[in-house]
């Protein structure tokens, strides 16, 4: 069975911190590793990675793949009260269906 | 352009009742999913339709829940009768598949509760 886990499970920090989320998987044909942001109810799409070690960014907020370590990072830095948010990581499996399948989330909370 | 829609937002119901959810995905969008998001965990995928055919309804509980793309684009997925376990949001997402990777994006869901 197809699983995805993630940690931690809820984080608080304060403003201007920089923190790691992890993400870890195990499925079947791994195509690629996708991260969402979830404030309210619809997951907004980050980052899609496919290639070990190559980092995508966006401004503060970047991620890394390790294929060999079947994991991916996801590092928000100087972060703000706005970051608040359930951070998904999920799983994009094989053959012809491209399924995701989602960890529980990290849910993190910045206080000013 | 538009994003993915669905409806209603919310919806409150006894349980035993029916329900149906509504999702219109991105134009031009073959693959339409359903996914349900109990409190706490993360998505869970109900059902996959490439165009209107079902790729993958392994996890969609048939016994109460259906779901149905007919033209291709919107679908609809309905539960009867609900129970308290119900109670989640339902999420619509649709794609593009390229050839190599896929992204999923995702409608404002619709929250469910079972009373």
């Known amino acids: 069975e197809d699983k995805v886990v993630q940690s931690p499970l809820s984080l608080v920090v304060h403003e201007g911190d920089t923190v790691t989320l992890n993400c870890s998987y195990e499925?079947?044909?791994?195509?690629?590793l996708l991260w969402y942001k979830q404030e309210k109810k619809a997951p907004t799409f980050l980052f899609m990675l496919t290639s070990s070690g190559i980092e995508k960014k966006s401004g503060r907020l970047s991620s890394i793949l390790d294929k060999k370590e079947l994991s991916s990072i996801l590092n928000i830095t100087a972060t703000q009260t706005g970051d608040s948010a359930i951070y998904l990581c999920?799983?994009?499996?094989?053959?012809?269906?491209?399924?995701?399948?989602f960890g529980k989330g990290t849910l993190l909370t910045v206080n000013p | 352009e538009a994003g993915v829609a669905q409806s209603p937002r919310y919806k409150i119901i006894e349980k035993r009742q029916s329900v149906a959810f509504w999702c219109n995905p991105i134009s031009g969008h073959a693959t339409l999913y359903w996914y349900q998001q109990i409190l706490g965990q993360g998505p869970k995928l109900l059902i996959q339709?490439?165009?209107?055919?079902?790729?993958?309804d392994s996890q969609l509980p048939k016994d109460r829940f259906s779901a149905e793309r007919l033209k291709g684009v919107d679908s609809t997925l309905k539960i009867q009768p609900a129970k308290l376990e119900d109670s989640a949001v339902y999420l619509c997402?649709?794609?593009?598949?390229?050839?190599?990777?896929?992204?999923?994006?995702f409608g404002p869901g619709t929250r469910l509760t079972v009373l």
């Open positions: 339709f490439q165009n209107n055919g079902v790729v993958d």
């Open positions: 999920a799983a994009n499996s094989g053959g012809s269906n491209y399924k995701l399948t």
């Open positions: 499925v079947t044909n791994f195509r690629s």
């Open positions: 997402a649709s794609s593009l598949i390229q050839i190599r990777t896929d992204t999923q994006y």
